[in-house]
């Protein structure tokens, strides 16, 4: 069973940075894509940006230029670069794995809320 532990949210302003990080317990270059989705209150969860074990990159329109994903394979972690922030952003954001075969991953979530 894979494990995906979230890391790096919390209160920021308008404007600033978070860097969030997903840690698996398995290498992470054997999934097809790694990726991270958020959840706003009354909203559905939505892809915010993946990263595939072979190709590019991935991000919402909303994202672009923001957003940052990359991976260290050594520390089986993806991180997620938030820069400009926006009080949209605000959301719990989840971790995914999607492995070649069988069902995907999720970690439990991480709370990003950008407010002044």
């Known amino acids: 069973q894979v494990q995906l532990v979230e890391s790096g949210g919390g209160l920021v302003q308008p404007g600033g940075s978070l860097r969030l990080s997903c840690a698996a317990s398995?290498?992470?270059?054997?999934?097809?894509?790694m990726g991270w989705y958020r959840q706003a209150p009354g909203k559905q969860r939505e892809l915010v940006a993946h990263?595939?074990?072979?190709?590019?990159?991935e991000y919402a329109e909303s994202v672009k230029g923001r957003f940052t994903i990359s991976r260290d394979i050594g520390k089986n972690t993806v991180y997620l670069q938030m820069n400009s922030l926006k009080p949209e952003d605000t959301a719990v954001y989840y971790c995914?794995?999607?492995?070649?075969?069988?069902?995907?991953?999720w970690g439990k979530g991480t709370l990003v809320t950008v407010s002044s």
């Open positions: 995914n794995a999607l492995p070649p075969v069988g069902m995907e991953y």
């Open positions: 398995s290498n992470i270059f054997s999934f097809n894509t």
């Open positions: 990263i595939p074990s072979v190709g590019i990159t």
